[in-house]
């Protein structure tokens, strides 16, 4: 069973940029949650994405965006860069809603410039 | 508003040691907790997941606990060995599907 991937490790932007980050779910989940981790806190929920819907999101700005192909993987779109939005992006997959237990991927490491 | 604190921010023990991790939340109406472990740099390892109508979960030297009423989870590690040295994590599950994480506990055991 393969697990959740994430693609690419690391990326470098500058302000004002636009980013594109993917995740490959766990076979069998259809469900997809975006977090993101600032160095030392806890990582804050984005949105999530549940059978190509929208299905919940956080106190984030519509500069966040996302996608969630019939495949169940899915794709995180910055827009417009800013300093503040340097961080670790960990996408997590889970069966159905976020009810069930949740597994993350291992994450890119933006750093806007 | 739905927070999660963890206490400590920091525990260093020496091995072998048992040990408890905190967590508590404001908000009861959770539907799951969630306990993970994160190295540095790296992305979180589901621990244990305990839904709201259960009062604990064992895995191993692992063992999580729930109690709704007070607004507590805990995290019991026994026999604690140096692989163990991570960040824990703790997080509630909403109906809203946020899940709000803690800022971690960072375990350090000493050899």
């Known amino acids: 069973e393969t697990g959740v991937t994430q693609s690419p490790t690391h990326l470098i932007k500058t302000r004002g940029q636009q980013v594109t980050l993917r995740c490959s779910s766990q076979?069998?989940?259809?469900?997809v949650s975006w977090y993101q981790q600032a160095l030392g806190q806890g990582p804050q929920f984005i949105f999530q994405?549940?059978?190509?819907?929208?299905?919940g999101r956080g106190n984030f700005p519509p500069r966040f965006s996302g996608l969630q192909f019939p495949n169940y993987s899915s794709e995180l779109n910055v827009n417009a860069l800013e300093l503040d939005d340097s961080a670790l992006y960990l996408c997590a997959s889970s069966r159905d809603r976020p009810y069930n237990e949740q597994f993350f991927g291992p994450g890119t490491r933006l750093t806007v410039l | 508003k739905q927070e999660v604190t963890q206490i400590p921010a920091a525990l260093s023990v020496p091995e072998g040691e048992n040990l408890v991790l905190n967590c508590s939340f404001t908000d009861s109406a959770i539907y799951n907790l969630q306990w993970f472990r994160q190295d540095p740099g790296k992305g979180l390892t589901s621990l244990l997941l305990i839904q709201s109508s259960q009062r604990e979960q064992t895995s191993g030297r692992l063992n999580a606990s729930l109690d709704k009423s007070s607004g507590r989870s805990t995290l019991y590690i026994a026999a604690s060995q140096p692989g163990d040295s991570a960040t824990y994590l703790c997080a509630g599950g909403y109906n809203n599907n946020d899940m709000r994480f803690g800022a971690g506990t960072r375990l350090t055991v000493k050899p």
């Open positions: 076979s069998g989940h259809n469900t």
């Open positions: 994405y549940y059978r190509e819907e929208e299905n």
